[in-house]
């Protein structure tokens, strides 16, 4: 199955809701679930001696749907609140605020959907 995801607003701003749409093409009765969220994630890259290592820590997520019923997969819309106390989203090379639309399907004897949108996200003007 193939997932075509539509958000309104690019770029989003902190504060405000974004609302999603999609819509499924293709074999999309394997699918067992469907999982559609919103993630934020902090990610810092530093040496430590002539390693590079980057850590990575999940800071939000937000499911926006989440279903089994195979006849709901197809088509659908819903929102998200993007909380206005969380920091947008950053890139200074070595540190990094990613934003992302996350879809997730459970395909039994196939591969897995695991899917990520980047979306960025700025601050409240």
Not at 54 to 70: G, H, K, N
Request: aromatic share 8%; glycine share 6%.
């Amino acid at each position: 199955p193939r997932i075509t995801v539509t958000v309104n607003a690019h770029p989003a701003h902190s504060g405000d809701s974004l609302k999603l749409s999609w819509r499924m093409a293709g074999l999309s009765n394997r699918l067992q679930m469907l999982t559609i969220a919103i993630e934020a994630e902090e990610s810092a890259t530093y040496r430590q001696g002539t390693n590079t290592h980057t850590d990575t820590a999940l800071f939000y997520r937000y499911i926006v749907y989440q279903t089994s019923s195979r006849l709901e997969m197809h088509t659908g819309s819903g929102a998200c609140p993007i909380p206005a106390h969380l920091p947008p989203s950053f890139d200074s090379g070595n540190n990094k605020i990613n934003w992302r639309v996350r879809v997730l399907g459970d395909i039994p004897w196939w591969p897995d959907i695991d899917d990520s949108y980047v979306i960025q996200v700025h601050p409240k003007a």
